[in-house]
Structure formats: structure tokens, C-alpha cells
């Protein structure tokens, strides 16, 4: 973690009770927050990161659309409107599509979360603050299987950081 200061500068009106004038008074503090830095990162290309997960061009064409799609917590919501949308982009069918979703998620590439709603693997994709995305890796974990979801990993986390916090 990095500390960092920086200088708040707030401007308050006070009145003079006896004569009622009003003036502008500067209050300047020096505040210090730390600030866990974002580790340092290659760029991959999406094309590569389907090239080293043996991905074929239409799961690559797919992602790119997803992307789209993803929000600040790394989560895609795909109503069947949506797949129907994406599946006329990619000129393709729904079934093909959900075929891809799935060819993705065996890949690690993707998790499903629930009905139509699937997060995207936060070790190659990342949108938002880096104290977000950390939050989201550690709800993946390396198995057999790829990396799989789990909520005791993170609960933990959680108390750790409150412990440190209280702990400062």
C-alpha cells in the first residue's frame, strides 16, 4: 500500500454577529489515505487471451460482444432478448450461442452464476476500480476444474480486512 497526502482546502462564510457581515474563511487540512496500487499488468489482446484458451473465432466474436455487455462487477446479464440481439450480430443462432456460453465457462472464461447471468474471469478481465476487481478474484480459485466460485474465500477476506482496519 501507498500512502498519499494531500492538501483539502474548504471555504466556509462566517458572520460577524455584532455587524453582520458576512466573510469567507479558507480552512486548508492535510489529509494521508492509503492507496493499494494496481499491480502491474501486461495488455493482452482478446484474440490472444482465445488463442492461448484454445477458443475458436466465434467464441472470440461472442466475447467481444459480451464485453459489451459486462458491468462494473464483471457480470453479464443475458435475457433471452439479449441473446437474441447478439445472436443476430454474430449471425448465428440462439442455441449456437448458448453452446459458445457454455465452451466458455468449461474454458474458465467464463462463470455462470444463475439464469442468464454469467461473470466474466477476472485474471484477463477487469472494468472499474482495482480495490473492485480484487474483490472479485478472490471469488475464484484454482481447481481441477479451471477456477471455480466460492463465497467461504471471500467471507474471510472480508473479516480479515475489518481486523486490519480496526487493528490501524
Known amino acids: 500500500m501507498k500512502n498519499i497526502t494531500y492538501l483539502e482546502t474548504r471555504t466556509e462564510a462566517k458572520i460577524d454577529l ?7 474563511v479558507e480552512q486548508t487540512t492535510e489529509r494521508t489515505v492509503k492507496v493499494e496500487q494496481e499491480p502491474s ?7 490472444d487471451i482465445c488463442k492461448l484458451n484454445d477458443i475458436p473465432k466465434t467464441g472470440s466474436k461472442l466475447l467481444n460482444e459480451l464485453l459489451k455487455y459486462t458491468s462494473y462487477d464483471n457480470s453479464i446479464l443475458l ?10 450480430k454474430l449471425d448465428t443462432s440462439v ?5 459458445a456460453l457454455s465452451k ?5 472464461i467464463l462463470k455462470r452464476k444463475g439464469t442468464g447471468v454469467y461473470v466474466l474471469n477476472p485474471f484477463f478481465f477487469g ?3 482495482w480495490t473492485d476487481i480484487k474483490k472479485i478474484r478472490a471469488e475464484w480459485e484454482y481447481s481441477e ?12 477476506k472480508i473479516e480479515n480486512e475489518i481486523e486490519e482496519l480496526i487493528e490501524n
Open 18 to 24: 455584532k455587524t453582520g457581515e458576512t466573510r469567507e
Open 41 to 47: 499488468f501486461i495488455k493482452l489482446y482478446l484474440q
Open 79 to 88: 435475457p433471452s432478448a439479449i441473446k437474441k440481439d447478439i445472436a443476430k
Open 95 to 99: 442455441g449456437v450461442l448458448d453452446n
Open 104 to 108: 466458455l465457462t468449461k474454458k474458465g
Open 127 to 129: 472494468k472499474g476500480k
Open 145 to 156: 476444474e479451471g477456477r471455480v466460485l466460492t463465497t467461504v474465500e471471500i467471507e474471510q
